[in-house]
């Protein structure tokens, strides 16, 4: 498979994105950082990394796809967070942000329980593929519309442990 983004360039942005998210909210308040599953999870854990001690962190799993690359446009909850968000200044994690559709929903359902402020932060966007339009505040890398295998995202449940983000081939599709 050919790499479009190696694990260098991966971890240098996200240091930059780590920087940048804590000079963004006032130094003496917590940051909650809520990881999408499966997808998010190593974005999640160099993210946190890249931040100071003032992070907190929960998991949340939504299911979108089937086994394809084409989005289904339904959204499932397959796991809630453990803890609450009233009051707490809280960031989405997710791997990336393609039609949209599964941010928006996890915006509208985190929105409600009353965060003091709910930003989120996608390693990747693919913005031609976009059907809503949905706000990301901080974005890794935008590419273009290629599927994309590698550093938590999927083919079939595979490939997620790559270190680079790589294009998907005909012959690891099978
Ligand atoms: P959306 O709801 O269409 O924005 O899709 C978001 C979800 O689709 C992501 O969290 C991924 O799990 C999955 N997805 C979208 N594009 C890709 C891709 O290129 N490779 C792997 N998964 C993808
Ligand atoms: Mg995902």
Known sequence: MDILITADQIQARIREM???????????????????????????????????????????????????????????????????LEGRHVIIVEDIVDTGLTLTYLQDILRARAPKSLKTACLLSKPSRRK?????????????DRFVVGYGLDFAERYRNLRDIAVLDEASAT
């Open 132 to 144: 809503v339009d949905v706000a990301v505040e901080y974005i890794g890398f935008t590419i273009e």
């Open 18 to 84: 780590g920087e940048q998210i804590e000079r963004d909210y006032p130094p003496d308040e917590g940051i909650h950082l809520v990881g999408v599953l499966k997808g998010g999870f190593m974005f999640m854990s160099d993210l946190v990394r890249a931040m100071s001690a003032r992070v907190t962190l929960d998991f949340i799993a939504v299911s979108s796809y089937a086994k394809s690359t084409k989005s289904s446009g339904e959204v499932r909850m397959l796991k809630d967070l453990d803890a609450g």
